[in-house]
């Protein structure tokens, strides 16, 4: 004779229980209350708990409300269906199995770090990658305006008296120096004494008069436009947005937050006012900035040479707006920059400009100050 | 039946026990990081009912456990339907600004102000729905209309008392979520005068800056016994043990838990956290569960809970 198991049987309708006896059969459970014995088969059978320790043996037949169930606290239960019935049974859980679960937590605790890293570090810029090359230029610039705007905010914005002619001269000679592109540079100059300069998506450069004021002679600010351009050119910014937008993405979804998920896909402009690029970018940008000034026969060396200004003018610490907080610059990025120039070897064009001139024209750029 | 008798009135009180370790759930939570990385992000639906499964599961009530029935496809089905309701709401917005101008935000600020109780509705129509103890549902059956006017109207009166209403607010809002909600055919009752609350409110507000915001602790409390002792079930009173420092200190070491551990502590806390909640919570008196039958109602589906997380607010019982 089989041993019987004791149970608790839900009928679904009411919510007081009923004891039962439980038989094993090799087909089905054999489930004797005092109203009658029920026959319930394996194959319409699910198991909705019992699968954690401390978790009594729930089984439910039935998928429409009310479901009838039975419980049965003892787990060893469970061992004994899968002993009788290993075929007929096999949908239910296997406490034996519960021995495994460890390594599968381990497993997955590195697989979790190693898919999440995976994800980050290649992933989402490749996928950030081919979607900014997939986007038009007009929506690129219609954003780079809405960065532009908000950067600018309430600062007034100068027409740069003399300056004007020869910023649109050094782009204009830069532009021609790269391969047919769909951009439309338009530099805005601003009237504040941060020392910075920016690239925004779709072709929108802001140069502030602090750091005009700090160039000594004109190549040098063009070596600053041939960077900020190449930013542009290379869509650095539109690149790093969708980035920064699947990160919080992802993040959001991690954390199964899908308000924040939509918050992150509506609230994109708002998420632009740090511009500031990867490392690589920034290399990227001067690398083929410093070709660019060589192909517009430009002075290679204006484009070192304004590091040494800067450091000269703003000691080791930037600040926090500085150029250099966003533009570090680190030994190895003079030195790449040094080696790149040195190599010129043209006769660099004369833009009829003495230092003089130009420390006067840059002056006035903004107008009087007091 | 407003005669008990004897043999119940001195019964033992019955309390909710929870038996869910912080190691297992760590290990389900773990498992669930990885689907949720490797199919980036679907699966978190799929994981959020695993978590629940293991926690109704754990909780005991006379020796009989809780069940969730929800499932990860309407979950994620209600995600959806939340995500298009509020895209669709920008879409509306952004056309409104456009024809009426800055007005429109204005309408943005009313629609939130719905949204909340709206949200907050579906969200308890589909948790009670999923939920289930000895095989019977429960339900909730209150009127979408009076759950907005009692939010709004209370919302609104709360401003213009400058926050003095706010005891009658709440207790109004919980006899709307309590007197609506049926374990079977069987509603609860919740009766109680906000009075009762308006002393340590104001005690409360008074000694804010003194007690550095620590005397809100005793008020929680305060409230949560306040509730549960005006709440029945089938003329069984409930009864809550909260005490302000036991939710002090719940609250400083699961801060603390979490930050010494860097987060990894989470499923502990959670679980340290729903121990103290159901052994501070119990019921009075005996019921006859006989007389408590099933009473299947309309199927409800998740959008409501979507748009409550997604407007990022918890559940109306907290």
């Given at each position: 004779?089989?041993?019987l198991?004791?149970?608790?049987?839900?009928?679904?309708v009411?919510?007081g229980?009923?004891?039962?006896e439980?038989?094993?059969g090799?087909?089905?459970?054999?489930?004797a209350?005092?109203?009658?014995?029920m026959?319930?088969?394996?194959?319409?059978?699910?198991?909705?708990?019992?699968?954690?320790?401390?978790e009594?043996?729930?089984?439910?037949?039935?998928t429409?409300?009310?479901?009838?169930?039975?419980?049965?606290d003892?787990?060893?239960f469970?061992?004994?269906?899968?002993?009788?019935?290993?075929?007929?049974?096999r949908?239910?859980?296997?406490p034996?199995?519960?021995?495994?679960?460890p390594?599968?937590?381990?497993?997955?605790a590195v697989?979790?770090?190693?898919?999440?890293?995976?994800?980050?570090?290649?992933?989402?810029?490749?996928?950030a990658?081919?979607m900014?090359e997939?986007?038009?230029?007009?929506?690129e610039?219609?954003l780079?305006?809405?960065v532009v705007?908000?950067?600018?905010?309430?600062?007034k914005?100068?027409?740069?008296g003399?300056?004007?002619?020869?910023i649109?001269?050094?782009v204009?000679?830069?532009?021609r120096?790269a391969?047919?592109?769909p951009?439309?540079f338009?530099?805005?100059?601003?009237d504040?004494?941060?020392v910075?300069?920016?690239a925004?998506?779709?072709?929108g450069?802001?140069?502030f008069?602090?750091?005009?004021?700090?160039?000594?002679r004109p190549?040098?600010?063009?070596?600053?436009?041939?960077?900020?351009m190449q930013?542009?050119?290379?869509?650095?910014?539109?690149?790093?947005?969708?980035?920064?937008m699947s990160n919080?993405?992802l993040?959001s979804?991690l954390?199964?937050?899908?308000?924040?998920?939509?918050?992150?896909?509506?609230?994109?402009a708002e998420s632009l006012?740090?511009?500031?690029y990867s490392?690589a970018?920034e290399?990227?940008?001067?690398?083929?900035g410093?070709?660019?000034m060589?192909?517009?026969?430009?002075?290679a060396?204006?484009?070192?040479?304004?590091?040494?200004?800067l450091?000269?003018?703003?000691?080791?610490d930037?600040?926090p707006?500085?150029?250099?907080?966003?533009?570090?610059?680190?030994?190895?990025?003079?030195?790449r920059?040094q080696?790149?120039a040195?190599?010129?070897?043209?006769r660099?064009?004369?833009?009829?400009?003495?230092p003089?001139?130009?420390?006067?024209?840059?002056?006035a750029?903004?107008?009087p100050h007091? | 039946?407003t005669?008990?008798?004897?043999?119940?009135?001195?019964?033992?009180p019955q309390?909710?026990?929870?038996?869910?370790?912080?190691?297992t759930?760590?290990?389900?939570?773990?498992?669930?990081?990885?689907?949720?990385?490797?199919?980036l992000?679907?699966?978190s639906?799929?994981a959020k009912?695993?978590?629940?499964?293991?926690?109704?599961g754990?909780?005991?009530f006379?020796?009989?456990?809780?069940?969730?029935?929800?499932?990860?496809?309407?979950?994620?089905?209600g995600?959806?339907?939340?995500?298009?309701l509020?895209?669709l709401?920008?879409?509306l917005?952004?056309?409104a600004?456009?024809?009426?101008g800055?007005?429109a935000?204005?309408?943005?600020?009313?629609?939130?102000?719905?949204?909340?109780p709206?949200a907050?509705?579906?969200?308890?129509?589909?948790?009670?729905?999923?939920?289930?103890w000895r095989?019977?549902?429960f339900?909730f059956?209150g009127?979408?209309?009076?759950?907005?006017?009692?939010?709004?109207?209370?919302m609104l009166?709360?401003?213009?008392?400058?926050?003095?209403?706010y005891?009658?607010?709440?207790?109004r809002m919980?006899s709307?979520?309590?007197n609506?909600t049926y374990?079977?055919n069987t509603?609860f009752?919740?009766?109680?005068?906000?009075?009762?609350?308006i002393?340590?409110?104001?005690?409360?507000?008074l000694?804010?800056?003194?007690?550095l915001?620590?005397?809100?602790?005793w008020?929680?409390?305060?409230v949560?016994?306040?509730?549960w002792?005006?709440?029945?079930?089938?003329?069984?009173?409930f009864?809550?043990?909260?005490?302000?420092?036991?939710?002090?200190?719940l609250t400083?070491?699961?801060?603390?838990?979490v930050?010494?551990?860097l987060?990894?502590a989470?499923?502990?806390?959670?679980?340290?956290?729903?121990r103290?909640?159901f052994?501070?919570?119990?019921?009075?008196?005996?019921?006859d569960?006989t007389?408590?039958?099933?009473?299947?109602?309309?199927?409800?589906g998740a959008?409501?809970?979507?748009?409550?997380?997604?407007l990022?607010?918890?559940?109306a019982?907290?």
């Amino acid at each position: 004779m089989q041993r019987l198991w004791s149970g608790r049987y839900l009928d679904g309708v009411s919510a007081g229980t009923v004891d039962v006896e439980i038989g094993i059969g090799r087909e089905a459970l054999r489930i004797a209350a005092p109203a009658g014995v029920m026959i319930w088969r394996y194959a319409d059978i699910t198991q909705t708990q019992g699968r954690y320790a401390g978790e009594p043996v729930r089984l439910e037949r039935g998928t429409q409300v009310p479901v009838d169930a039975i419980i049965v606290d003892d787990i060893a239960f469970l061992a004994a269906i899968h002993a009788t019935a290993p075929q007929a049974a096999r949908r239910l859980h296997n406490p034996a199995r519960r021995r495994g679960r460890p390594l599968w937590v381990a497993a997955a605790a590195v697989g979790g770090i190693l898919a999440g890293a995976a994800l980050y570090l290649w992933g989402i810029p490749a996928a950030a990658e081919a979607m900014a090359e997939r986007v038009p230029v007009e929506w690129e610039e219609k954003l780079g305006d809405t960065v532009v705007e908000s950067l600018v905010g309430d600062l007034k914005v100068c027409e740069g008296g003399a300056v004007r002619p020869v910023i649109d001269d050094l782009v204009a000679r830069l532009d021609r120096a790269a391969p047919a592109h769909p951009y439309d540079f338009r530099v805005t100059l601003v009237d504040d004494p941060t020392v910075n300069a920016l690239a925004a998506p779709g072709g929108g450069i802001v140069v502030f008069s602090g750091l005009l004021q700090d160039t000594t002679r004109p190549e040098q600010l063009a070596g600053v436009l041939a960077h900020e351009m190449q930013h542009v050119l290379q869509r650095h910014g539109t690149k790093s947005l969708f980035r920064r937008m699947s990160n919080r993405l992802l993040l959001s979804l991690l954390v199964g937050d899908l308000g924040g998920a939509t918050a992150t896909v509506l609230e994109t402009a708002e998420s632009l006012h740090g511009l500031s690029y990867s490392r690589a970018a920034e290399t990227e940008a001067d690398v083929r900035g410093m070709h660019m000034m060589q192909g517009a026969r430009l002075d290679a060396r204006g484009m070192v040479e304004f590091f040494g200004v800067l450091e000269k003018h703003d000691g080791p610490d930037p600040g926090p707006l500085g150029y250099l907080s966003t533009h570090p610059a680190t030994r190895d990025r003079i030195a790449r920059l040094q080696g790149l120039a040195d190599q010129s070897g043209y006769r660099p064009v004369d833009l009829g400009i003495t230092p003089k001139a130009w420390k006067a024209m840059v002056a006035a750029a903004c107008g009087p100050h007091d | 039946m407003t005669s008990t008798a004897p043999a119940a009135r001195a019964a033992t009180p019955q309390r909710l026990r929870f038996h869910g370790q912080g190691g297992t759930l760590f290990g389900i939570q773990i498992v669930n990081l990885l689907l949720t990385i490797v199919t980036l992000g679907i699966y978190s639906f799929w994981a959020k009912v695993r978590v629940r499964r293991y926690l109704y599961g754990q909780t005991e009530f006379t020796g009989d456990r809780f069940a969730y029935h929800g499932r990860g496809k309407e979950l994620f089905i209600g995600a959806l339907k939340a995500f298009g309701l509020i895209v669709l709401f920008y879409v509306l917005l952004v056309i409104a600004q456009m024809l009426i101008g800055d007005v429109a935000v204005l309408l943005l600020y009313l629609a939130i102000l719905v949204a909340i109780p709206f949200a907050l509705y579906g969200a308890m129509r589909y948790a009670l729905s999923r939920t289930s103890w000895r095989g019977i549902r429960f339900s909730f059956r209150g009127d979408l209309k009076e759950c907005i006017s009692t939010y709004l109207g209370g919302m609104l009166l709360t401003l213009l008392t400058l926050g003095i209403y706010y005891p009658w607010f709440r207790t109004r809002m919980r006899s709307y979520w309590v007197n609506n909600t049926y374990f079977g055919n069987t509603p609860f009752r919740f009766q109680a005068d906000a009075k009762e609350l308006i002393g340590g409110y104001l005690l409360a507000i008074l000694l804010t800056i003194p007690t550095l915001y620590l005397v809100w602790f005793w008020f929680a409390a305060k409230v949560h016994r306040f509730d549960w002792a005006h709440t029945q079930f089938a003329e069984a009173p409930f009864r809550s043990t909260y005490t302000g420092g036991g939710l002090l200190w719940l609250t400083i070491s699961n801060l603390l838990l979490v930050v010494v551990t860097l987060g990894l502590a989470f499923p502990w806390v959670l679980i340290r956290t729903l121990r103290y909640q159901f052994d501070n919570t119990l019921m009075e008196g005996q019921v006859d569960w006989t007389r408590v039958q099933q009473d299947a109602q309309a199927r409800v589906g998740a959008t409501g809970e979507g748009l409550a997380d997604a407007l990022d607010i918890g559940s109306a019982l907290g």
